[in-house]
């Protein structure tokens, strides 16, 4: 159980859905009410608490009168921009009942790809939590264009737990959990409490489960538990509305889905390479560079080197990979695409000669790579 988790978390991510903090026509205030007062009761114990919330679509139907989410992007940013305000004012006001101050962050998928602007949201972030201001993070709906989203609040959620080295990721929605169908359909469906491992049935259990008012359902929170659980990090997904959900989850009530952690805590640089990054190229390897990466924890040096794809700069996100296209892991490449075509196949004294200066011994150093197996 997560209890041994739970005991020794000191920072936690908590995700809210639309559908559990909108009612009919405006912010269901008691739920919000009810969640300040759960972490400022875990903040008051010492805890750290990073909340993450969706809403800003919904409350800004509700307040524009309009029944449904329009379907042009300009419309829905507009009506991002109206309900955003609005979800701040109730935060504010709830948690200022219990003494405590709210800062927004409104993040793209471009403030975490770039390092510079997604260290600044973690000094940011550290800053507020140092302050003990509750931090509320949503995606910046109104600048962003449909292929280049974060996609979902759950996504953003891992994110933010991978950026903030949090211990324990906590998605609320409007369901108990992940079922075996879906229980607004079928009575039967029976709860899954633990999940160890992603197979097939269980993203198949969590595609027939559609989310109602935000975009994500059940499977992008698979897809959250997948990034989280592979860095170590354990999640629950469980019914917000309920009372008292989160403090009976800290009492060791087991409620919700539990997703087991697969590994020992990944380092926050490598968690950025392997869930934030989308590769620029790839190079694939021989047998014996695999085997060194692989096996032997070692760096990818240009001896191991087959052949570059794709045109990439120096330091930029790439693939590596075997000739049978298995992808082997990701890592921040030292040499730009045309240098390591030039020096792939050679041994590292001979980087100079081919190149005129050599800066590196390594094509990725054993620190900036990410292996498969972990993402
Ligand atoms: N950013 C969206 C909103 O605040 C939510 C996206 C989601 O529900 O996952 O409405």
Redesign the pocket.
């Known amino acids: 159980m997560p209890d041994q988790y739970l005991s020794h978390s000191q920072r936690i991510v908590v995700k809210l859905?639309?559908n559990i903090i909108t009612a009919k026509n405006s912010l269901d205030l008691d739920v919000i009410e009810s969640i300040s007062d759960q972490i400022s009761t875990l903040m008051d114990r010492g805890l750290e608490v990073i909340l993450v919330?969706?809403?800003?679509?919904?409350?800004?139907l509700r307040k524009m009168g309009m029944k449904d989410r329009p379907t042009e992007m300009p419309k829905r940013q507009a009506i991002?921009a109206v309900?955003?305000i609005g979800?701040m004012k109730a935060y504010e006001n709830s948690f200022e009942q219990k003494g405590k101050k709210v800062g927004q962050i409104l993040l793209t998928a471009e403030d975490l790809n770039n390092r510079k602007r997604y260290l600044n949201a973690r000094n940011t972030l550290n800053t507020l939590i140092e302050w003990k201001v509750v931090p509320i993070i949503?995606?910046n709906?109104t600048v962003m264009m449909e292929e280049i989203k974060l996609?979902?609040?759950?996504n953003?959620a891992a994110m933010i737990t991978l950026l903030m080295d949090a211990d324990f990721l906590f998605i609320l929605t409007d369901i108990e959990g992940l079922y075996d169908k879906d229980p607004r359909q079928f009575p039967e469906a029976g709860l899954i409490s633990r999940v160890t491992s992603f197979s097939k049935e269980v993203e198949d259990y969590a595609g027939h489960i559609p989310?109602t008012?935000?975009?994500?359902g059940m499977l992008?929170k698979i897809k959250a538990a997948k990034k989280v659980t592979s860095a170590g990090i354990p999640m629950i997904v469980a019914k917000g509305n309920i009372k008292n959900a989160l403090l009976r989850i800290f009492e060791g009530e087991s409620l919700g889905t539990y997703f087991v952690p697969k590994t020992k805590k990944l380092a926050s640089r490598k968690c950025w390479i392997a869930h934030t990054l989308a590769p620029k190229g790839s190079l694939v390897i021989d047998d014996g560079a695999v085997r060194a990466v692989r096996e032997n924890g070692k760096s990818l040096l240009p001896i191991g080197v087959v052949k570059v794809e794709g045109e990439f700069e120096q330091g930029a996100p790439v693939a590596f990979k075997t000739a049978n296209n298995e992808i082997i892991g990701i890592g921040l490449v030292n040499y730009r695409s045309s240098d390591v075509d030039l020096i792939k196949g050679l041994k590292t004294f001979q980087i100079e000669a081919c190149l005129g200066s050599k800066h590196y011994d390594e094509i990725i150093h054993r620190n900036n790579m990410v292996l498969k197996d972990l993402f």
Not at 151 to 154: E, P, S, V
């Open positions: 859905g639309s919330s969706s809403g800003a679509q919904a409350a800004g991002a309900g955003q979800l949503n995606e709906d996609g979902d609040n759950d953003l989310g008012l935000g975009t994500g992008s």
